[in-house]
């Protein structure tokens, strides 16, 4: 039987020069099983120029123009968030392989390279449904990248004073956050810097969303989970007269009487998961749970 022809977008982190073997080893998979290869231009300039490496791409593309059956991100959950975003509402699975350090997201070792790329072939893999946060600022969206996988951070721009953040919930106020911040992530998101902050763990695919205060003046401030239906608006007060909004890491300048609002986007991310994970077992090694670190 002739084995069916994919197509493949490429992204990568251009800052992991010492993962060039893994590199490779995709590349050659991909040859060998006739896939039609488009690779994102500086990821496809940083393989060619820094690492010297051969590319059999179909196609170099920028921005959003490329199509896919998949989507591959070389790198840690960093470069997924990234591809994530470049991929948008497009509805192409991603798979995410694990070139840096913990790896939520991009879980695929290189070492099983190869036989996740062919269980693409033979349909032996789920496909994970995550949700989107959408971002707006005075109704208009924040940015070119207004999207976020993992969470939205309204932060202070100074390093020596907290900001206000009157945070509403459906138009009904919840309270005023004197903080340094205010996150507010997806359940994907919870085990990044929401986790770092003290809030909670929640499983993908619950249909919530979670508030996390960063460094609250106040000791009797929680985190707080809400339904993904709801609508976040933030008002924020800083003595800088302005603040940031962090979408998945990437920052924007907002001035204090800008109002933010979140909400769940009208698409979802899809992430390639072998058929045998289990998120919790993820979860467990991952956090070291159980391990005697001794």
Same mark, same amino acid.
């Given at each position: ?14 800052y992991q020069a010492k993962k060039s073997a893994a590199i490779q080893k995709v590349l050659s998979c991909l ?40 989507? !591959?991100?070389?790198? +840690?959950? %960093?470069?997924? =968030?990234? $591809? #994530?975003?470049?991929?948008? /509402?497009? @509805? *192409? ?107 909670? !763990?929640?499983?993908? +695919?619950? %249909?919530?969303? =979670?508030? $996390? #205060?960063?460094?609250?003046? /106040?000791? @009797? *401030? ?73």
């Amino acid at each position: 039987m002739t084995q069916r022809k994919l197509k493949f977008a490429l992204f990568g982190n251009i800052y992991q020069a010492k993962k060039s073997a893994a590199i490779q080893k995709v590349l050659s998979c991909l040859s060998e099983d006739g896939a039609e290869l488009a690779v994102d231009q500086e990821y496809y300039d940083f393989l060619k120029n820094d690492q010297r490496i051969n590319v059999p791409a179909a196609r170099v593309f920028t921005d959003s123009d490329f199509d896919a059956d998949f989507a !591959i991100s070389m790198g +840690g959950d %960093g470069t997924f =968030l990234k $591809t #994530a975003n470049r991929v948008g /509402s497009r @509805n *192409i699975p991603i798979l995410g392989v694990n070139m840096g350090r913990l790896g939520f997201l991009a879980d695929i070792a290189p070492g099983d390279i190869e036989s996740c790329l062919h269980a693409l072939y033979i349909d032996d893999f789920v496909v994970e449904s995550r949700a989107v946060i959408q971002v707006e600022a005075d109704g208009e969206p924040l940015g070119s990248m207004n999207c976020a996988l993992n969470d939205v951070a309204v932060l202070k721009r100074d390093t020596a004073s907290m900001i206000s953040i009157r945070a509403s919930i459906d138009g009904k106020h919840l309270t005023t956050y004197q903080a340094d911040g205010l996150i507010v992530s997806t359940p994907t998101g919870s085990t990044a810097y929401s986790l770092s902050n003290g809030g909670p !763990i929640i499983v993908p +695919g619950t %249909g919530v969303l =979670l508030m $996390t #205060a960063v460094a609250p003046h /106040s000791l @009797n *401030i929680r985190p707080i989970v809400i339904p993904d239906t709801a609508v976040v608006t933030l008002d924020v007060e800083s003595r800088s007269h302005s603040f940031l909004v962090a979408i998945d890491g990437r920052s924007e300048k907002c001035r204090e009487e800008t109002r933010i609002t979140l909400r769940r986007a009208p698409y979802n991310i899809q992430v390639v998961k072998r058929s045998n994970n289990q998120y919790f077992t993820t979860l467990r090694e991952k956090m070291m749970w159980g391990a005697d670190v001794r």
